[in-house]
């Protein structure tokens, strides 16, 4: 009779011998979690990427506009806009003033200038751009490039407007950053791209317009779809699936392998718990063997691409979890055969 440290033993240098059968389905269950980490860090690489591009051109940017055409308008709440920073899924937000025609002396004379958000500003530019006197210009004027402007006696270094705004309607105008303040023309809520696009409307309740409501908002969106979404739709989603299905089908075929093996175990007096015990430690040590790969590999690839590993720890407990189910029946199968079957399987 068999006790089960010895089983697991024996189980162990199955795995592990030189010439064991189960050495190449211990070498593939190693390279499958190694390659399973990679292409999950590559598809979430690539998605980052699009993501951080489409936000860059202003993708992901919500803009509220009172509307101007009815008499004695006064705007939306400055205070409101910037509070909509506070709600989930907006990383960023801030007050745009209504443009004020003034003389620049490089560009015009009748030039739109508006004040917007530093807060706003640091967000799509970074805090570089917050700390100097900067005036942005808007497409329309950055063809000119002039490296300063004079707007009210004050001189500004001049720099590209941010997409977004450009996209907001200020792109024949210069733009100063400050604090916008009472009511004012438009708001602007840059969008956090990882989390569900939230309805307009509901964003729009959170802002607060006097004599006149909000009648313009809109997100700036290309024609595709979200790339959070295509990537949830994936049909490699379900790869960790396939991976612990061919893993067990390996394994159900080095078990059928080992019939003559296991009819001499039952010849000699082993019970078939104890030879079920034997093969389930072979798989659980072979799962644990693919789950280590994957981790340790998610680890190194995700570290080096500053990305988030467990999603691929995640899909190689999955795949893991799907080989030991599948071949654990496998196992069974295996291990109720007859005697006599088993010693003919030569």
Request: cysteine-free; aromatic content about 6%.
């Given at each position: 009779m068999w006790r089960v440290p010895e089983l697991v033993e024996e189980a162990r240098r199955n795995v592990t011998a030189r010439r064991?059968?189960?050495?190449?389905?211990?070498?593939?269950?190693?390279?499958?979690?190694?390659?399973?980490?990679?292409?999950?860090?590559?598809?979430?690489?690539?998605?980052?990427?699009?993501?951080?591009?489409?936000?860059a051109e202003g993708w992901v940017t919500a803009t509220f506009t009172a509307d101007p055409g009815i008499a004695g308008v006064s705007g939306i709440s400055s205070t409101a806009c910037r509070a909509l920073a506070d709600v989930p899924g907006v990383a960023a937000s801030g007050a745009i003033s209504r443009p004020i025609e003034r003389r620049v002396w490089q560009l015009g004379p009748s030039i739109p200038v508006a004040v917007v958000d530093t807060s706003l500003i640091?967000?799509?530019?970074?805090?570089?751009?917050?700390?100097?006197?900067?005036?942005?210009?808007?497409?329309?004027?950055?063809?000119?490039?002039?490296?300063?402007?004079?707007?009210?006696?004050?001189?500004?270094?001049?720099?590209?407007?941010?997409?977004?705004?450009?996209?907001?309607?200020?792109?024949n105008s210069v733009v100063l950053q400050g604090v916008a303040t009472g009511h004012v023309a438009m708001c602007v809520a840059i969008l956090s791209p990882a989390a569900r696009l939230r309805p307009l409307n509901e964003l729009a309740a959170q802002l607060h317009a006097t004599a006149a409501p909000i009648v313009n908002s809109f997100v700036i969106d290309p024609p595709i779809r979200h790339p959070y979404a295509r990537y949830l739709e994936r049909p490699t989603r379900h790869l960790p699936i396939a991976a612990g299905?061919?893993?067990?089908?390996?394994?159900?075929?080095?078990?059928?392998?080992?019939?003559?093996?296991?009819?001499?175990?039952?010849?000699?007096?082993?019970?078939?718990?104890?030879?079920?015990?034997?093969?389930?430690?072979?798989?659980?040590?072979?799962c644990s063997l693919h789950f280590a790969s994957t981790s340790i590999a998610a680890f190194l690839l995700h570290k080096r691409l500053e990305l988030e590993s467990s999603l691929s720890w995640s899909y190689g407990a999955t795949s893991a979890a799907v080989f030991l189910a599948a071949g654990g029946l496998a196992s069974m199968l295996s291990t109720r055969r007859n005697v006599f079957e088993l010693l003919k399987d030569r």
């Open positions: 064991s059968r189960l050495r190449l389905v211990a070498y593939v269950s190693i390279l499958s979690g190694s390659i399973l980490a990679a292409a999950v860090a590559a598809e979430r690489h690539d998605v980052q990427t699009e993501v951080a591009g489409l936000a640091r967000a799509l530019r970074g805090s570089a751009h917050t700390t100097a006197p900067t005036a942005f210009l808007g497409s329309a004027l950055a063809g000119s490039s002039p490296a300063t402007v004079t707007v009210v006696g004050q001189r500004y270094r001049t720099v590209e407007l941010p997409p977004p705004l450009n996209a907001a309607g200020l792109g299905l061919f893993l067990a089908l390996l394994f159900a075929v080095s078990l059928r392998s080992r019939s003559s093996e296991f009819g001499a175990f039952l010849t000699a007096g082993t019970r078939r718990l104890e030879l079920l015990v034997m093969t389930g430690s072979e798989l659980v040590l072979l």
